[in-house]
């Protein structure tokens, strides 16, 4: 759950001041503007996206992953190592938070894919997250920011832009409960 929230402010940052309001820049603009580039919503990556939030509330394990890198690291708030490093701990990880959430659902989502005049590719979600925690009952609404960044078609890296630690509290609730 934690991989899906957190893609959405690079884009606005990138891409909120200084852009032309023109349908294309000229080459020598896009040469010029190595960040610039063109942004969408229905793209492919933006819809893998969304099939990953879809399989993450449904709780889909058997969702294959097809689109994540075996190197994929992914970075919380405040951490400048990655806190998950490869494909098989990035399922664990989706796997571990299907346990954790009753109703997830956004009130609010937005998905956008970048792609960069430098050649870099990003997508990123903003969005305002609705889910019950079924170890502590507390109910949550949060608002959540991710950025993913595609190399060869396959997501190298997350990058989370949100306050863990509703999510932290209730895996500890969850460990808790394991241990009675």
Known sequence: MKKIFMIMAVATALFSC??????????TEASADSLGGTMS??????QIIQNQ???????????????????????YPGDTIPDIKGKK?????FTSNGQL?????FS??????????????????WGTWHVKGKFTGKELVMNVHQAIKWENDK???????YDTKAI?????????????
């Open 18 to 27: 200084g852009q032309k309001q023109e349908a294309a820049a000229t080459s």
């Open 41 to 46: 919503s229905t793209d492919e990556k933006s």
């Open 53 to 75: 939030i879809k399989a993450a509330f449904a709780n889909d394990t058997t969702y294959k992953w097809d689109e994540i890198a075996d190197n994929i690291a992914v970075y």
């Open 89 to 93: 701990a990035y399922m664990a990880d």
């Open 101 to 105: 959430w009753d109703n997830p659902r």
């Open 108 to 125: 609010f989502l937005r998905v956008m894919t970048l792609k960069m005049n430098n050649g870099e590719t990003w997508t990123n979600l």
């Open 155 to 161: 997501v190298t890296q997350e990058v989370h832009f």
């Open 168 to 180: 932290v509290d209730e895996f500890a609730a969850m460990k808790a409960a394991a241990k009675k």
